[in-house]
């Protein structure tokens, strides 16, 4: 079944309530977090030290997940992070595995 890479991208004060939903739902999904830096966030939401640097602190989460789970996920994300700011995408993904 064909995955994609479905990439979060969220405010730093909602980062722990995400990924606990991720380690409760995911199962064997392989995601990953990383501090990131937002650019073209709606103004409203900056700081005033993120005005003057012209991005927004955020965290990038991505996770593999098959396009059925994908649509569950988003769904869920919907539910629980209504009003947040999300911004999410995805991405075919050509090729994944493990080097063991």
Known sequence: ??????TLILDPQIEEKL???LLEVAGDELFVSTPAFSHGT????LS???KVMGRSHAVRVQILVTEERQEQLLQLLRERFAGTGLRYWATPLSIDGEIA
């Open 42 to 45: 709606t103004h409203g939401r």
């Open 48 to 50: 005033e030290e993120e």
């Open 1 to 6: 079944m064909p995955k994609s890479c479905l």
């Open 19 to 21: 990924l606990d939903l």
